[in-house]
């Protein structure tokens, strides 16, 4: 197995690939509910199942297998820098995706992201 990081090319297309699987399931729990949500607001209800179902996605699979649906097709896989992928690892991993921050981190030219960088993981070549 390459030990190597990935490109922040295929680093954004597992983001791309991911968000639309998070943004469909998003869509149709939040469909599902839509009478409870009106009632809180249209927004209120979208954006609790979106950070919920975000956090989920990417710790099942993460946990399960080291690659979410991005990561399968795009034929890379999370390891951890010192180790083994642990729960608490893929747990912070997972949590630290859902501060916007997160995501601004890769524009410093990090190759690796601030979920990356805390959980002790990286993004490789499977």
């Given at each position: 197995?390459?030990?190597k990081p990935v490109e922040l090319s295929?680093?954004?297309?597992?983001?791309?690939?991911?968000?639309?699987?998070?943004?469909?399931?998003?869509?149709?729990?939040?469909?599902?509910?839509?009478?409870?949500?009106?009632?809180?607001?249209?927004?209120?209800?979208?954006?609790?199942?979106?950070?919920?179902?975000?956090?989920?996605?990417?710790?099942?699979?993460?946990?399960?297998?080291?690659?979410?649906?991005?990561?399968?097709?795009?034929?890379?896989?999370?390891?951890?820098?010192?180790?083994?992928?642990?729960?608490?690892?893929?747990?912070?991993?997972?949590?630290?995706?859902?501060?916007?921050?997160?995501?601004?981190?890769?524009?410093?030219?990090?190759?690796?992201?601030?979920?990356?960088?805390?959980?002790g993981t990286y993004v490789v070549k499977n």
């Amino acid at each position: 197995m390459n030990t190597k990081p990935v490109e922040l090319s295929i680093r954004l297309m597992n983001f791309l690939i991911d968000y639309f699987f998070i943004m469909l399931l998003s869509v149709a729990i939040s469909s599902f509910f839509s009478v409870v949500f009106i009632r809180f607001g249209p927004n209120s209800g979208f954006f609790s199942v979106f950070a919920a179902v975000q956090f989920f996605y990417y710790f099942i699979f993460e946990m399960s297998s080291g690659q979410t649906i991005g990561k399968k097709i795009t034929g890379t896989k999370v390891i951890a820098v010192k180790g083994k992928i642990t729960f608490l690892k893929i747990f912070i991993r997972t949590f630290l995706r859902l501060i916007p921050l997160d995501r601004l981190s890769y524009l410093f030219g990090h190759i690796t992201g601030m979920h990356d960088q805390y959980s002790g993981t990286y993004v490789v070549k499977n």
